[in-house]
């Protein structure tokens, strides 16, 4: 259907893309609504631009990435820890930066540019759809809840962690 539904399909079928910015996002709505809008628009912008930085460099790491990304985004939402804002935009950042430049790379043969605006794109309806449901809760086992999906995050992590290693 083009490439930009190239990007689209391809940030939906990889877990190692999906699961760390779901949590990023249960993360920045248990840290409040400025937090989850910040995440919201904040994210693809530095998602696109590390793409455009790995379409250009072609660089291969052997650094288990996605693993430390589900650690320490899925340990923040299980703990949730009240860190204040610039350091959640901090995070987001560097998020959009690292995993976007691994996209780029991938991308570079296939969807190119128009595949990392279908991967923005959907970044933005996911980033806006799962920090609002977060903000949403009142009900402490509502926030409970969310708190239990990161750990599992991050057990996920410990288990992906352990089998680079190996």
């Given at each position: 259907m083009g490439p930009v539904y190239d990007g689209i399909g391809h940030f939906l079928l990889t877990p190692e893309d999906l699961v760390p910015?779901?949590?990023?996002?249960?993360?920045?709505?248990?840290?409040?609504?400025?937090?989850?809008?910040?995440t919201m628009f904040l994210l693809p912008f530095a998602w696109f631009v590390g793409g455009l930085?790995?379409?250009?460099?072609?660089?291969?790491?052997?650094?288990?990435?996605?693993?430390?990304?589900?650690?320490?985004?899925?340990?923040?939402?299980?703990?949730?820890?009240c860190m204040p804002a610039p350091v959640v935009t901090a995070l987001t950042i560097m998020l959009g930066l690292v995993h976007g430049f691994l996209n780029g790379a991938v991308l570079q043969e296939g969807a190119g540019t128009l595949g990392l605006i279908g991967i923005a794109t959907m970044l933005f309806v996911l980033v806006t759809l799962a920090s609002a449901l977060v903000v949403s809760l009142r009900k402490s086992w509502a926030r409970i809840a969310v708190?239990?999906?990161?750990?599992?995050?991050?057990?996920?992590?410990?288990?992906?962690?352990?089998?680079?290693?190996r």
């Open positions: 910015v779901l949590a990023l996002a249960l993360y920045a709505g248990l840290r409040g609504a400025v937090a989850g809008r910040r930085t790995g379409s250009a460099v072609n660089i291969a790491t052997s650094l288990p990435i996605p693993a430390i990304s589900f650690l320490i985004l899925g340990g923040l939402v299980a703990a949730d820890l708190r239990v999906a990161g750990s599992w995050i991050a057990a996920i992590g410990l288990l992906m962690f352990g089998w680079a290693m």
